[in-house]
């Protein structure tokens, strides 16, 4: 079997989905504190953008704005690497905690943008783990929902960047 190849893309915003190992413990609060951590400290040596997220048990999604020479691939695998180490630490275990291979999708109109951010959002109410997305702590979902003056509306583990797209859904990003 084939393995695609990954098309090699930066300035752009990719939708990305990054899945727990099937053999591995589902994630918790203190692996998510984690995650939250590793992302923040990636974002600094990396440059790239941050405009939504949701951790789930099983999974992670996010929107990542990624600025050329660096790609999203180089990204994320910073981010399952260094993951990896310190939840592995964390739990007293050892062993790969990611799927190998991670899905991106790269954003090309403001309308998908917007979906994707959406999708993100709403993924805790369709997984049945809360009613509302509010209700979901380890999700990016209130900073959407407040005011940019707002405080309370600012995640204390992993904030946003924020960004502005055309009004146009139609238009291209």
Not at 17 to 33: H, I, P, Y
């Amino acid at each position: 079997m084939s393995r695609l190849r990954r098309l090699v893309l930066s300035d752009r915003y990719f939708f990305v989905t990054c899945n727990v190992q099937q053999t591995r413990e589902s994630l918790g609060d203190a692996d998510f504190r984690i995650l939250a951590r590793v992302i923040s400290a990636r974002r600094l040596e990396h440059e790239f953008l941050l405009t939504a997220w949701v951790f789930l048990p099983d999974h992670w999604h996010g929107v990542i704005g990624v600025r050329y020479p660096k790609t999203i691939s180089l990204v994320m695998e910073s981010i399952k690497v260094s993951s990896t180490r310190q939840i592995n630490s964390g739990r007293e275990d050892a062993g790969k905690l990611w799927q190998g291979r991670f899905f991106d999708r790269a954003l090309r109109t403001a309308r998908e943008y917007n979906r994707a951010v959406e999708y993100i959002h709403l993924n805790p109410v369709r997984r049945g783990l809360v009613a509302k997305p509010e209700d979901w702590f380890w999700s990016s979902v209130k900073e959407y929902s407040g005011s940019l003056r707002d405080e309370t509306t600012r995640h204390p583990y992993l904030l946003i960047d924020r960004v502005l797209l055309p009004s146009d859904e139609r238009t291209r990003i």
